[in-house]
T-cell receptor, first 116, second 116 residues
Framework: DGGITQSPKYLFRKEGQNVTLSCEQNLNHDAMYWYRQDPGQGLRLIYYSQIVNDFQKGDIAEGYSVSREKKESFPLTVTSAQKNPTAFYLC???????????????FGNGTRLTVT | AQSVTQLDSHVSVSEGTPVLLRCNYSSSYSPSLFWYVQHPNKGLQLLLKYTSAATLVKGINGFEAEFKKSETSFHLTKPSAHMSDAAEYFCVVSDSSGGGADGLTFGKGTHLIIQP
């Protein structure tokens, strides 16, 4: 079955450490996205990529970095510069970055990051 | 600029009774509107989508939403709640100027509780 796989499901890190969250899709989608979810806050876009080797900042990119070396993979690194990294992180993909009506988002099951 | 307001952070209904989750939006353009559902510790799943074709939209699992331009609303309904409907629901707006998923605005979510 096609889908989006995020790993690990839970991640614990000490403050000051960088951490990388994995996202892999086998849907053959061109576009991929990273969202951050905090309780009662909805989803906020961190980064997105519409093609290999290209990505764009979203609304809250500070303290995060991404890469898109392969179509299937879009890892997110949470750096020590991110002031409040504890959150639920969701990866998503869509066929392309065109009409969101014709190209809805498909989500992974998320990674819950706790930084102490 | 666009925005979306989910009028209730929590809604509690008894199993077998109707469900109403309220969503108001603002958009400078003709919007596309979506409802997504999120079960605990999972990603989001598309319930239904609207874009100018028909004002009453049918989705999965018996959910419907009606677009009312005069009221700038896109409320989600279901005639009879089931225990499996307990989840977080997100109303999402996309303005047609950008169109892509990078232009989506998520509401803060409504937590639906189903009482046995």
């Amino acid at each position: 079955d096609g889908g989006i796989t995020q790993s690990p499901k839970y991640l614990f890190r000490k403050e000051g450490q960088n951490v990388t969250l994995s996202c892999e899709q086998n849907l053959n989608h061109d576009a991929m996205y990273w969202y951050r979810q905090d309780p009662g806050q909805g989803l906020r876009l961190i980064y997105y990529s519409q093609i290999v080797n290209d990505f764009q900042k979203g609304d809250i990119a500070e303290g995060y970095s991404v890469s898109r070396e392969k179509k299937e993979s879009f890892p997110l690194t949470v750096t020590s510069a991110q002031k409040n990294p504890t959150a639920f992180y969701l990866c998503a993909s869509s066929i392309d970055l065109g009409s969101s009506y014709n190209s809805p988002l498909y989500f992974g099951n998320g990674t819950r990051l706790t930084v102490t | 600029a666009q925005s979306v307001t989910q009028l209730d952070s929590h809604v509690s209904v008894s199993e077998g009774t109707p469900v109403l989750l309220r969503c108001n939006y603002s958009s400078s353009y003709s919007p596309s509107l979506f409802w997504y559902v999120q079960h605990p510790n999972k990603g989001l799943q598309l319930l239904l989508k609207y874009t100018s074709a028909a004002t009453l939209v049918k989705g999965i699992n018996g959910f419907e939403a009606e677009f009312k331009k005069s009221e700038t609303s896109f409320h989600l309904t279901k005639p009879s709640a089931h225990m499996s409907d307990a989840a977080e629901y997100f109303c999402v707006v996309s303005d047609s100027s950008g169109g892509g998923a990078d232009g989506l605005t998520f509401g803060k979510g409504t937590h639906l509780i189903i009482q046995p």
